[in-house]
C-alpha cells in the first residue's frame, strides 16, 4: 500500500466542513451552495481529502466581496 505524502485525517477534513457549515458559509467562487455540496457529501470530501493528502489541491481563488465603508474610511 502506498502512503500519502501528507498525514491528513478524513475527520478532520469531516470537522473542517462542519465548521463551514455551522458558520454559514457562503458559496465560494463555483458558486456551490452548502446544500449542493451535501448533496453528494460523502463522495465531495473524499474528493478533497484525496487531493490534499496527495498534494495536487490547490484552493481555488477567494470570492472577493466589496464592503461598503463611510467616506475616509479605508
Same mark, same amino acid.
Given at each position: 500500500?502506498?502512503?500519502?505524502?501528507?498525514?491528513?485525517?478524513?475527520?478532520v477534513v469531516l470537522e473542517a466542513?462542519?465548521?463551514? !457549515?455551522? @458558520?454559514?458559509g457562503s458559496t465560494g467562487i463555483?458558486?456551490? #451552495?452548502?446544500?449542493? +455540496?451535501?448533496?453528494?457529501? !460523502?463522495? @465531495?470530501?473524499?474528493?478533497?481529502?484525496?487531493?490534499?493528502? #496527495?498534494?495536487?489541491? +490547490?484552493?481555488?481563488?477567494? !470570492?472577493?466581496?466589496?464592503?461598503?465603508?463611510?467616506?475616509?474610511e479605508e
Amino acid at each position: 500500500m502506498t502512503s500519502k505524502p501528507y498525514d491528513i485525517s478524513k475527520d478532520v477534513v469531516l470537522e473542517a466542513f462542519r465548521q463551514v !457549515k455551522a @458558520n454559514r458559509g457562503s458559496t465560494g467562487i463555483d458558486d456551490q #451552495s452548502i446544500q449542493d +455540496f451535501e448533496q453528494d457529501l !460523502k463522495n @465531495n470530501l473524499y474528493k478533497i481529502w484525496n487531493r490534499m493528502s #496527495s498534494g495536487s489541491y +490547490f484552493p481555488p481563488s477567494v !470570492k472577493s466581496v466589496e464592503i461598503p465603508k463611510k467616506a475616509g474610511e479605508e
